[in-house]
Every structure is written in C-alpha cells, then in structure tokens.
C-alpha cells in the first residue's frame, strides 16, 4: 500500500514510479504553454531598455536643466544596482520578457565598467605620486600627514590646506621630504628638487591650484596640483557647478601649453572621469585608476566612499599602478600611483 504513494499514470496507460526528469518536463510543458509569460512583465522590459539608453548615451543628457547630465555621469557605475533588482522582479514576476530584457542594461554596464573590476597593477615605474584633500578642519593634521608619507610617495601633493595648520603639515613631512612649495591652498613635497613654481589661475580670484617642475632621477616631470570647486545638489537647482566648470576649463588650458612632455595632474578635482564638464582636462590625459588601478578607487566620502573625485592623472607619463591608500582624519580618502616618467622616442 505504502509503495502506491509513488505511482502514477505512465504514458502507455501503465503505472509505475515518477521519475524527477518527467515531473520537470511536465512543468517545463506548462511553462511553455503559458503564453502569459511573454506579455507579463512589459513595464519592467520597458525599466530595463530606458536603464540601458541612459547608460549607453549618457552624454546625450542635456546640463541645460540643473547639470543633470553631470549628475547621472558622476554616479554613473551605480547605476548598476539596479540590474540586480530588475532581475529579481523580471523572475517574481514570472516574465521572460523582463528577464531576457534585463541582459541588456547588464551588458552595457559590463562594457562601460567591467575593465575596472579586474586588478590592471604592474610592477615598474621610476616616480610614486599621491594626493590628499586633506580637509581644513582636520583635527590631527600631523597624523594625516604621517600617514599619506607613510605611502612611500616620492611627490605628494596636499589640497584644502587651511593657512594656520600649514606649519603642522610642514613639521610632519619634513623628515621625508626635503623641497616643498605652498601656493594659497594646496600644496607640493617632494624628494626631488622643485623648480620653476607657480600659481596656476583657475579664474577664482584666490589660489587653489599650483604648477612646479620636479627633477627626478628619470627626468624632469611638470606636476600640477588643484583643487577645483565644490559642488551642490540642491532641490531648487539641481547640480550646481557652474564655476568648478569654469575652472576646469582654465586649468585644461593650463596643462595644453604645458611644454614639458612628461605632466602629472594631481588633486581633487571635485568631478569624476565620466563628467563632460571635466573634459577640457580628461580629453588631454589619462587617469592612472582607469588605466592600471584596481577596481573603482571611490575616494569620496571616506565613510561610504561612492565617487572618485580625486584624481591622478597623466599625459606623457606611461601609468604602472594606482590604488587607494587608506582613511585618514579627513573627509576624503587619499591615492597614490606608480608611473614611468618616459623621454621622446619612447
């Protein structure tokens, strides 16, 4: 009696005991017969195509109404958090729609970011560079700065330096680096002499930017370090960032007459590799994360880092490494990278 439990109606009008792949295939057969499935789930394929045509022609998206283009390149690679979701709601749903739509927004977000998800480090490189907004209310100045030298950075550069705590940053970073220059708000150390210094204007009508030669023992390296404006999100404006725009222009124009091949930017420049805003920059150099860093880099805020608005940046100089150092007292993470200063007919 207790074997009948496990008998049931086989094809040929006889009995016998289910097996697993019948039961399968009978579900499969309602499955395929339900043609509900393909009309279920509309609105989420819809979701899925208008997540990929953001993503693919972000740069199509006007600034003209509260820079929101900006706004979706600055927090682009989130965007994908939402592919996961729709997958989930695509299989609640039961919709193979939605399901085979989600591959597309998966698809674009893997061509657009899915080379920053392997490590692209390499040994080599003759000049280690880091940068660090180092925040003007840093409680332990001397720390931080202890730290960001504890990288083994030949170059450092320093940003948000507030003028009654530059002596405590310059007391710190003396030990390990004998030439330093402080021009307004950021700063350089080196280990290598610094010659031909200068303010860079980057039309804020104070100093935050700076321009010195470094004369390494590979050659000379013309090393540039900012600190563009802040930006806002705000409900009545939206992304406001007019005037770091204006000033990543002017220090675009700066690097283009640089004459020095080999050019090393180096700051915070309060805007990320995707943002058109930036481009009178980022057309001209490369980053050293995008090009040999492993993963995003986020650097900022450093409780929850979501965006890398701190930048190393090249042009001449071949990247070799780039990684994100770890959290100071500041607001902002700091960065460092190896790269191999090249001379002409490399």
């Not at 931080?144 to 310059?170: C, F, M, N, Q």
């Not at 610094?194 to 390494?216: F, K």
């Not at 370090?225 to 005037?243: C, D, I, N, W, Y």
């Not at 700091?334 to 001379?343: E, G, H, M, S, Y």
């Amino acid at each position: 009696m207790a074997q009948q439990a496990y008998i049931t109606e086989t094809d040929n009008g006889g009995s016998g005991p289910e097996q697993p792949a019948s039961r399968l295939r009978r579900l499969w057969d309602r499955r395929r017969g339900d043609r509900r499935i393909w009309r279920r789930g509309l609105f989420l394929a819809a979701v899925a195509a208008l997540l990929s045509l953001v993503m693919l022609a972000h740069a199509q998206i006007p600034n003209a109404i509260g820079n929101l283009g900006s706004l979706v390149e600055t927090f682009l690679p989130w965007l994908g958090l939402l592919i996961p979701v729709l997958l989930v709601l695509a299989v609640l749903r039961k919709s193979a729609t939605a399901l085979i739509a989600t591959i597309l927004p998966a698809a674009v977000w893997l061509n657009l970011f899915g080379g920053l998800l392997t490590d692209k480090n390499a040994e080599g490189g003759d000049l280690t560079v880091a940068t660090h907004n180092v925040n003007a209310d840093n409680p332990d100045p001397s720390r931080t700065a202890r730290d960001v030298a504890s990288s083994g950075a030949d170059v450092l550069a320093l940003e948000e330096l507030k003028a009654s705590k530059v002596p405590a940053y310059e007391s710190a970073l003396a030990p390990a680096y004998k030439h330093h220059a402080v021009v307004g708000t950021v700063g350089l150390w080196s280990k290598y002499p610094l010659s031909d210094v200068r303010a860079v204007d980057i039309r804020l009508g104070w100093q935050r930017a700076m321009r010195a030669t470094v004369t390494a023992p590979s050659g000379r390296v013309a090393v540039y370090v900012a600190h563009l404006p802040s930006v806002r999100v705000k409900m009545e404006a939206g992304f406001t960032a007019r005037q770091r725009d204006k000033s990543a222009d002017a220090l675009g124009e700066a690097i283009a007459a640089e004459r020095l091949p080999n050019v090393v930017l180096l700051g915070d420049l309060n805007g990320t590799m995707n943002d058109r805003a930036l481009n009178a920059v980022t057309s001209q150099m490369r980053s050293t994360q995008g090009a040999v860093g492993s993963g995003f880099g986020f650097s900022w805020p450093a409780s929850f880092p979501m965006a890398r608005i701190d930048q190393i940046l090249v042009k001449g100089a071949e990247p070799e490494a780039s990684w994100t150092l770890p959290a100071t007292a500041s607001d902002h993470l700091p960065i460092a990278a190896r790269v191999k200063v090249t001379t002409p007919g490399d």
